[in-house]
């Protein structure tokens, strides 16, 4: 079990598994720069925590639900949980409602979707607090592009789960190192929001243009 101080963003494991640079920039340096895509992305989030709880076609719908836990050492805040009316025994009681409810919860983000795991890793480290808030297995959640409108549905199976906690570890090992690793320009650079700060292409320049000199002074030694 973890204590309080030791609790990681959830946030930061989407950082990660975008870039371990972009991780350790926020994470260890605390540098954020808003662009374009996170000024999108956090009026998307806004909206979505605009009303706290709502019910909608019988769904009762939760928004801005602060999630913890120990176990994992994680905590967060989902941006909606959606709970679901079931017979199952197996579904949770919520305070004050009749009946059985199945969490499911719902990632907003801005844009299309991603290449990489990243916005699955975050929909399934939310998962697994709320298994272990409410005691119950969640197998699936949904992720919402801002730009397609659409839910993308999500399992959360053994390999999902299985590579989060491999990116809690190395969150955590990152953090406890206290070092910012190097990155080199990708396509994904462009859409990053510490591009200004983090300079990928001129620091990619600089160390071609170091090279460049030492094969110099490798030339003079033969
Ligand atoms: S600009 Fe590229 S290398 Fe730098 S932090 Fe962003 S994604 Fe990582």
Redesign the pocket.
Known sequence: MFSEEELLPISGLQHLA??E??CA?IHLERVWEENIFTSEGRILHEKAHTEEVEIRDGIRIARSLPLKSLSYGLVGIADVVEFHPTCSREGVLLSGLAGRWFPYSVEYKRGRRKKGPSDKIQLCSQALCLEEMLNVDIPEGALFYGKSRRRLVVLIDKKLRNLTLSFIKKFRDLLAEGITPK????P??DS?S??EI?L?QIRNSALSLSRYLNSFFEEDDC
Do not use: H, N, S, V
């Open positions: 975008f870039c640079r972009q920039l990155g080199d320009y990708e994904k650079c990053c510490l591009k983090c990928p």
